[in-house]
């Protein structure tokens, strides 16, 4: 009979060797799924991950993509580490977006320097007011941060769903549930002409460096691991649980309140019910896959974005369903989470205990 007992020292090498086992997994069982369908593997590959960079358009979608998924990971990540697990960055950055474009809508008409930054700051505030209330419900009534922030998912949801399709309507949107387009004060400048990479990107290209710094030199950011990793330790040492979960709570769903207001002012421009294609929970691949590292989330997020591009071209060139980049990520967390186990634990055999008792019964 075997068992599972935890390591007592677990491999480093092969914890950060990990997510390359989890990817080669995800694509032999891609293959083999390729091949139920009908579908050349090889021809599947091509048009998932080279396809999409062929062009400087292509280029543009990556970076487009992975940035709010690169920069809500790296707030997640931070609960993460702390063993606070912040599930609901999806409703958090839907009420980042809806405080975002609750400005652009009442400044509708204005051109003001001031419209974008407002924005952005609406945006952040939405977002850390939404992973409040789990902190809060945590720190007073004990409730699972996991089922509360999910939970609030579909409450931001319904009020998304409300405001688009009641009082921020758009009147000559034929009764589409959608706001009214913003005006370009409230939008993010293109980089490019005839690309949709906008300054927005910038946003995560300084947040990274800051997290970064915060991980490696903060003793606040010791605190909150040490917080998750030994709490008991932690106590002891005068460590606060209760500033843990609010600081983790409250700095993730401001970077997922964010993400949303770069969406709404700049691919989008403007609030639909079809804002984000789930962000908010690739994020949280992206975080596991990245090991919780604010570099390894920059790469585990180029990844997340190119299964994205790669699964709307498969839509488009192999006539594959929509939910393949969802199927994709799905095995990539399986696998890399399977793997993890046996990172952290190893097979014991035990002897059948009837067995055993025959055995000393027979020497007695």
């Known amino acids: ?78 609960g993460f580490r702390a063993r606070v697990y912040n599930i609901g960055a999806e409703g958090q950055l ?17 051109n003001a320097w001031w419209i974008l930054p407002m924005m952005i700051l609406a945006g952040a505030l939405g977002g850390a007011l939404w992973g409040s209330l789990s902190a ?8 699972d941060e996991t089922l509360t922030t999910l939970m609030l998912t579909y409450v931001a949801t319904y009020v998304l769903s409300y405001l688009v399709s009641g009082p921020w309507r758009d009147p000559g949107g034929t009764n589409f549930p959608q706001s009214i387009m913003f005006g370009e004060s409230a939008m993010f400048e293109p980089l490019f002409d005839g690309l949709r990479l906008n300054s927005s990107i910038f946003i995560t290209i300084v947040a990274v460096p800051l997290f970064w710094l915060f991980v490696s030199r903060s003793f606040r950011a010791y605190q909150l691991a040490v917080g998750g990793l030994a709490p008991a330790a932690a106590r002891y040492a005068g460590f606060s649980a209760r500033s843990g979960v609010w600081i983790s709570l409250v700095i993730s769903g401001l970077t997922a ?87 952290d634990y190893r097979f014991r055999r035990r002897r059948d205990k009837r067995l055993m008792s025959s055995e000393e019964g027979a020497n007695a």
């Open 257 to 343: 309140g964010l993400a949303g207001a770069m969406e709404a002012a700049g691919p989008v421009g403007q609030l639909t019910l079809s804002l984000s294609p789930g962000y908010g929970y690739a994020a949280i691949i992206v975080a596991w896959v990245g090991r919780l590292h604010p570099i390894g989330i920059v790469l585990s997020g180029l990844l997340l974005a190119l299964i994205y591009l790669g699964g709307e071209a498969a839509q488009v060139s192999m006539q594959l369903p929509s939910a393949i980049s969802w199927l994709f990520q799905g095995m990539l967390l399986f696998f890399l989470l399977g793997v993890d186990v046996f990172v």
């Open 94 to 110: 839907l009420m980042g977006a809806v405080f975002a474009s609750g400005v652009a809508i009442y400044t509708d008409g204005l």
């Open 1 to 78: 009979m075997h068992l599972l007992e935890p390591r007592a020292n677990s491999s480093q090498l092969m914890r950060w060797a990990g997510p390359p086992i989890a990817i080669l997994l995800t694509l032999l069982a891609a293959s083999a799924l390729f091949a139920i369908l009908d579908k050349p593997p090889l021809q599947a590959f091509y048009v998932f991950f080279i396809e999409p960079l062929e062009t400087a358009n292509g280029w543009s979608e990556l970076a487009l993509k992975a940035s709010p998924l690169i920069l809500i990971a790296q707030g997640l990540a931070l």
């Open 136 to 143: 809060w419900l945590k720190t007073h009534f004990n409730a």
